[in-house]
């Protein structure tokens, strides 16, 4: 073999190697599991019922086209407004009580068979103004008995910030929660919770900890599912990066996608397996606001997603309210 044969095989077998070690050092996008489709898949509806003015379809062309948008659309609210755009009932719903009920009540009527009630912590409370925007509009009442950062499922955590009594707080709340959603006979029940939850139980952590969880939300279910009563989990929208801090006079949109998060598939599998032993069924957000291969931008059409990185918009949760009346009303 010739100096310049050999030469030349050297410089391919390099570039090649070059390229293999650069290859495996670039982050690989792994996507989470499959989403479930938006709307369920039944015999009697022949066409998917659609968001005010636009199909499901529609929408999640809003979302293909803020994955690979590149310029800022005009953001409603505004970068500025953020701060105070988490759902518009948040203060009443905070921390609802056997006096405080009335506070989180919309609707005037008294029909259990058109009420729906809404336990969880703050994720439960970001979808108050979907549930107002989709049940309240077509005559249901919607009842809220949430407390934020405290879960539907009885299990005691804790909660960062706040005083040592914050465990014994939420917990007597998850007593009456339970016990008035049922009193209450309501037709439809949501539960939703954050998957940060999962790191707030007291006294257990990793596996034993989502044990302990998923244990918790079966037993919830299954005091509230009844021939009058349909449990359905919400699951929260994915966590993804806070607008407030990713998108900079120096940045674009890409700049601000996010992948869903392993503690999100996590809680989804947890609730999955409770909705099914405790007769509920899983209504999977994620085609809502991501991508089905698991892209999450920071906007959809003009509206930014979360307040920050976690709790829906109020603009986005009431975008959301016929997405939500027609998904939950078709599983009852």
């Known amino acids: 073999m010739s100096d310049r044969v050999r030469i030349g095989t050297s410089i391919v077998l390099a570039t090649a190697a070059a390229a293999a070690v650069a290859f495996a050092l670039v982050p690989q996008r792994v996507p989470g599991p499959p989403a479930q489709p938006i709307w369920p898949s039944t015999t009697a509806t022949t066409s998917a019922p659609a968001l005010p003015g636009e199909a499901p379809a529609a929408w999640t062309r809003q979302i293909e086209a803020a994955v690979v948008a590149t310029a800022w659309p005009k953001l409603n609210p505004s970068l500025d407004e953020l701060a105070g755009s988490r759902a518009a009932e948040w203060n009443a719903c905070a921390k609802v009580s056997a006096d405080k009920e009335a506070t989180c009540r919309f609707g005037k009527g008294k029909d259990p068979k058109k009420t729906v009630a809404i336990l969880g912590d703050s994720a439960a409370i970001s979808w108050i103004p979907a549930a107002r925007a989709g049940f309240e509009s077509k005559g249901w009442t919607v009842q809220g008995l949430t407390f934020d950062d405290c879960p539907a499922a009885r299990i005691d955590v804790v909660s960062t910030g ?7 707080s939420c917990r007597a709340h998850q ?14 029940v949501i539960i939703s919770t954050t998957n ?22 079966t037993a919830a279910i299954k005091s509230l599912a009844s021939k009058d009563t349909k449990v359905i989990v919400v699951a929260p ?4 990066q806070n607008i407030k801090a990713c998108a900079t006079p120096l940045s674009s949109p890409p700049d601000c996608l996010s992948d869903v998060t392993t503690s999100w598939n996590t809680l989804k599998t947890l609730e999955q397996d409770a909705a099914k032993q405790g007769g509920a069924v899983y209504l999977d957000t994620q085609p809502w606001t991501c991508t089905v291969d698991g892209q999450c931008p920071a906007f959809i059409g003009t509206t930014p997603v979360t307040t920050d990185g976690v709790h829906l918009t109020n603009t986005m949760s009431r975008r959301l309210g016929t997405l939500l009346f027609e998904a939950a009303t078709a599983r009852i």
């Open 237 to 240: 929208p994915p966590n993804r």
């Open 162 to 168: 706040r005083d040592m009594g914050f465990t014994e």
């Open 196 to 217: 940060e939850t999962l790191t707030r139980i007291v006294g257990a952590q990793g596996a034993e900890a989502s044990a302990a969880f998923q244990q918790a939300e």
């Open 175 to 188: 007593q009456f929660a339970l016990a008035r959603a049922k009193a209450l006979k309501p037709a439809i």
